[in-house]
Each structure stands twice: as structure tokens, then as C-alpha cells.
């Protein structure tokens, strides 16, 4: 099992920054990829942008390329996705998710609780 705990939402003014954390533990050592999700009510989740737990390889929707940055803390558990430049359609609640892959189980995901991210004009 991986457990997953995001930080870092809130209210800014469109301009501004906000850096989301997701701290992962338990069997962090067979995760593959750990992502940052975004959804809108009553739509669907959105990937925004993902990074290899090893390696480092990462991936950013075109919507926030150039704003938003992930990466993980050298050595650690915890991905952070920077945000910068928040435009008031970035509003969203933000979901880390983890991709697991082990032996004895295949291929699992996880998700975190959300946090709210909110951008006002």
C-alpha cells in the first residue's frame, strides 16, 4: 500500500504562486510514476503533469507548460508541483496520484485526499 498526503492549496489572486506538496509513504520503493491530477466539478480528472519516481523523466500538459513545474526532493518521498503565473481557470481541487507496480500485485494506483487550489481575478 501507498499512502498519499497533499499540501499546499488555498486562495491566491491570478498572478500569483502556490507550491502543492504530496508526501508519499509506506511501499514507496515500487512506485513508478507519481502525478498531479486536477479536476473540475462534475467533470473529469485531469493529468497536469507527472515525473518517474526514478530517473526523473517528466511530463507537462501543454495548459500549464512554462507555469507549472513537478519535481521530486532529491533522494526523498515528496513530489511538489510549483505553480506559477495562477490564472483564474487554473481553479481546481488538485489530486496527487502514485502508480505502483510490484510483483505480487501488478499495477496499482493511489490517490490523495485533494486539495483545493482557488484563483480569484
Known amino acids: 500500500q501507498v499512502q498519499l498526503q497533499e499540501s499546499g492549496g488555498g486562495l491566491v489572486q491570478a498572478g500569483g504562486s502556490l507550491r502543492l506538496s504530496c508526501a508519499a509513504s509506506?511501499?514507496?520503493?515500487?512506485?513508478?510514476?507519481v502525478g498531479w491530477f486536477r479536476q473540475a466539478a462534475g467533470k473529469e480528472r485531469v493529468l497536469v503533469a507527472a515525473?518517474?519516481?526514478?530517473?526523473?523523466?517528466?511530463y507537462t500538459d501543454d495548459s500549464v507548460k512554462g507555469r507549472f513545474t513537478i519535481s521530486r526532493d532529491d533522494g526523498g518521498n515528496t513530489v511538489a508541483l510549483q505553480m506559477n503565473n495562477l490564472k483564474p481557470e487554473d481553479t481546481d481541487v488538485y489530486y496527487c496520484?502514485?502508480?505502483?507496480?510490484?510483483?505480487?500485485?501488478?499495477?496499482?494506483?493511489?490517490w490523495g485526499q485533494g486539495t483545493q487550489v482557488t484563483v480569484s481575478s
Open positions: 496520484n502514485a502508480i505502483r507496480v510490484a510483483t505480487t500485485t501488478g499495477v496499482n494506483d493511489y
Open positions: 515525473i518517474a519516481w526514478s530517473g526523473g523523466a517528466t
Open positions: 509506506g511501499r514507496t520503493f515500487d512506485i513508478y510514476e
